[in-house]
């Protein structure tokens, strides 16, 4: 069964930078799909970034701005977050799936999110 728990969200300031760890345990890690949702307060969920083998995939808000990574040989998927606005406050949620997917629906598995508020 594949855990996922994230970590490095916090309170910055818009146009400043944050790192999201997520550490996934489970036999699946290499060829699951990761991805990274975001739930702002009476919103759904909204798909941010996804890492499958050697692609990635943004939403369109933050294209250019965010960067997914993962280290195979750590178990663990980065989001590199810059140039933040206070529109990207919200809870960020790591997700694994089988395949690559934008819908949070086709999620197998999410961790228990990291709180990101970014202050005008």
């Known amino acids: 069964q594949v855990q996922l728990v994230e970590s490095g969200g916090g309170l910055v300031q818009a146009g400043g930078s944050l790192r999201l760890s997520c550490a996934v345990s489970?036999?699946?890690?290499?060829?699951?799909?990761i991805s990274w949702f975001r739930q702002a307060p009476g919103k759904e969920r909204e798909f941010v970034a996804g890492?499958?083998?050697?692609?990635?995939y943004y939403g369109d808000s933050v294209q250019d701005r965010f960067t997914i990574s993962r280290d195979n040989a750590k178990n663990t998927v980065y989001l590199q977050m810059n140039s933040l606005k206070p529109e990207d406050t919200g809870v960020y949620l790591c997700?694994?799936?089988?395949?690559?997917?934008?819908?949070?629906?086709?999620?197998?598995?999410w961790g228990q999110g990291t709180q990101v508020t970014v202050s005008s």
């Open positions: 997700a694994e799936s089988p395949m690559m997917t934008r819908r949070a629906t086709d999620i197998r598995t």
């Open positions: 489970g036999p699946t890690f290499t060829g699951s799909a």
């Open positions: 890492s499958r083998w050697s692609s990635t």
